[in-house]
């Protein structure tokens, strides 16, 4: 064989190998951490909660699995499925906003932008919401406000905790002020949980902004986040505008938030779900104590000093 020819099997081996290297990715096989640009198997990569195995960066979870990663097998019971969002105010934009709800449900699968359902987490009853990114930002209209409301009454009812995992843009302007007021309802129903001396934990997630930020994130009795997660109220440019001020590269990260007393805690997705039991079983009352409490070390969890 010619060096000409050794070459030009050489390239056309190597070609052939990037070429199955894409179809893999492709199919799914790998994913591509956003952070140290490092390839992991799909696979393993969900059996670590879709946490970088290489850099310990969050990649985006949403709903569905959420729910999986902190509620038990076969005890998630979901409620209020049915509440569905209208054009109350017939907004349009580039379009109308009932077909960008129609789109947004067909792209989706889901009704509207948060799931809420009762479970057990660790063999401990909670009333649990998560947020979903994917439906319209998670922006907090109507359906939103109303299914967050009618979770923390039935948990108050039945004398649960609460945890609402947040992620959200912030308030759906195309419903106007019938998405600000949930703010108020949502905040009031928590007012309640309260002063029947039950707990209430948010959980803040990438990103968690705008009005959700202003109301029901930050009203938890322990406020608990993910590691560098965007965590604000407006965006870093209108800040910087309005206070005429070059902001730290840090500014509204988890890490920030907690050095300056805003967030309590940072738990890291792999341990999240059996910190949560530990601080129902530390903070609820008349709670049986189930039996992993007994850890020998703490959790290496960064908490406020």
């Known amino acids: ?176 002020m019938l998405s600000l007021s949930q703010m108020a309802k949502i905040s009031g129903a928590l007012e309640r949980h309260q002063e029947a001396r039950l707990r209430y934990i948010p959980v803040l997630t990438y990103p968690t902004t705008g009005g959700v930020t202003a109301s029901f994130a930050m009203l938890g009795d322990i406020i608990v986040a993910e590691p560098k997660a965007t965590i604000g109220f407006a965006g870093r440019r209108v800040v910087e505008q309005t206070l005429r001020e070059k902001l730290p590269d840090d500014f509204q990260t988890s890490e920030y938030l907690l050095n300056h007393g805003f967030v309590d805690v940072i738990i890291p997705r792999t341990q999240l779900k059996q910190a949560l039991a530990q601080l129902i079983c530390l903070h609820q009352p008349h709670v049986h104590t189930p039996h992993f409490v007994n850890i020998p070390e703490p959790f290496p969890i960064q908490t406020h000093q």
Not at 23 to 46: F, H, M, N, Q
Not at 146 to 168: F, G
């Open 1 to 176: 064989m010619s060096l000409f020819d050794w070459f030009a099997n050489r390239r056309k081996s190597e070609s052939n190998n990037v070429d199955q290297h894409q179809r893999e990715i492709a199919d799914g096989l790998w994913s591509k951490c956003e952070s140290c640009g490092v390839l992991t198997y799909t696979k393993d990569l969900r059996a670590n909660l879709m946490v970088c195995l290489e850099c310990e960066h969050h990649h985006r979870v949403f709903s569905d699995e959420r729910i999986q990663q902190l509620i038990d097998s076969k005890t998630w019971k979901p409620i209020n499925q049915n509440l569905h969002p209208v054009d109350a105010l017939s907004f349009h934009d580039r379009k109308s906003y009932g077909d960008r709800l129609r789109d947004t449900q067909a792209k989706t699968g889901l009704i509207d932008g948060v799931q809420t359902g009762l479970g057990q987490l660790e063999g401990l009853p909670v009333a649990l919401g998560v947020m979903d990114f994917r439906f319209m930002g998670g922006s907090m209209g109507s359906v939103v406000g109303e299914k967050l409301t009618r979770l923390i009454e039935q948990a108050t009812a039945e004398r649960l905790p609460i945890i609402i995992v947040c992620a959200s843009g912030g308030a759906r302007m195309q419903e106007g």
